[in-house]
Nanobody
Framework: QVQLVESGGGLVQPGGSLRLSCAAS????????SGWFRQAPGKQRELVAQ???????TYAGSVKGRFTVSRDNARNTMSLQMNSLRPEDTAVYYC?????????????WGQGTQVTVSS
């Protein structure tokens, strides 16, 4: 499994923006699908966005048009640009790697980073 480390979470007001980053170990994200999932208190972990090695993406309906996932295979990094944030986006966000299909997580997880959207 690849080691993943997230950064960039924090507190932001509704309507604001945050950028999350995920750094993979030297082995990188590999050939599989990588992405972001989130888990709010009392809820199940859910897909936010995923991206393939060639840059094809998929998004949860609730974030489409507001969030953008990107991946730099040379630098072994992945980012999630989050705009127009809403209180319902509050959750722990997890970086994920190693999936073989959309809407399914891979085996590698980061430790998570808290995103809180509140005035």
């Amino acid at each position: 499994q690849v080691q993943l480390v997230e950064s960039g979470g924090g507190l932001v007001q509704p309507g604001g923006s945050l950028r999350l980053s995920c750094a993979a170990s030297r082995s990188g994200f590999g050939l599989g699908i990588s992405g972001w999932f989130r888990q709010a208190p009392g809820k199940q972990r859910e897909l936010v966005a995923q991206i393939t090695i060639i840059g094809s993406t998929t998004y949860a309906g609730s974030v489409k048009g507001r969030f953008t996932v990107s991946r730099d295979n040379a630098r072994n990094t992945m980012s999630l640009q989050m705009n127009s944030l809403r209180p319902e986006d509050t959750a722990v966000y997890y970086c994920n790697a190693g999936s073989s299909k959309y809407n399914t997580p891979g085996a590698s997880w980061g430790q998570g980073t808290q995103v809180t959207v509140s005035s």
